[in-house]
């Protein structure tokens, strides 16, 4: 069986075959195509050297076949510098990237074992390389390992969703992103900016009404605050919103 040690930091090949393995367990026995969002990989503290290194070494070793899809649209960044594509390359403009990947299971099934075991002995487990809120493969969230009680059909919890699933790297996402997004899960556009930027704030970060009002963790309302003391949400005047989503 080839080894770990074949790309360059085994951490990171540990963690990304994790990734595999949790949307593996949610496909069919027959089903061996698992999407991964290139924003979900970055979230788990690799880069784009280690995406590219991880998915070299899986699919010249036959483990996978990796087809790359970019979305049609772009989101401009807060700070201007956002990854681009698998390549490291960076640009002002970010295209939404999803490594589509055709898994041989039977063969990399011993290797996701083994990242297991490296995982669990140099104590770099999924809960130290896990974010304060995470979403599993079944689209359930978790606030510091345990579920967010919530429901899904709303507007603050479709809101809070595209937040998540579609900020860059530092957790930003601009107000018409998120609108575009909204749309797409047929809720009713917004009759004017005015009218966009006050619905997508009240759903996100009144804690009186929409998400912090109605999520709840152990049957206690969840709170627009992290360990830390920042909010979990913040809003950017004029451009968007953040999430905070610190590694714990």
Known sequence: MPTLMKVNTTKELSIFLQLIEEYLKYLKPADNVVVLPEVKILKQGLDMQDIKNCLKYLSENNFVQVEVLYAPEVTPSKKGIIFASHTSVRTSEYNQVDYILDVDR?????????????LA??????????????????????????????????????????????????????????EKQLVKKNVQPSPSDTAKV??????????????????????????????????????????GVRLNNPKL
């Open 106 to 118: 039977k063969k990399i099934n011993p290797l996701i074992i083994q990242a297991k075991k490296f």
């Open 198 to 239: 006050k619905r997508i704030n009240n759903v996100l970060i009144n804690e009186q009404n929409g998400f912090f009002r109605f999520a709840k963790v152990n049957g206690k309302r969840l709170k627009n605050k992290a360990p830390d003391g920042d909010k979990l949400i913040l809003a950017i005047r004029g451009e």
């Open 121 to 178: 002995k140099t104590n770099l487990s999924d809960k130290k390389y896990s974010r304060l809120i995470e979403k599993d493969g079944r689209g359930d969230y978790f606030y510091d390992g345990q579920k967010i009680e919530v429901t899904k059909e709303t507007t603050y919890f479709k809101t809070f969703d595209i937040l998540f699933s579609n900020a860059d790297q530092d957790g930003f996402l601009s107000y018409g992103d998120i």
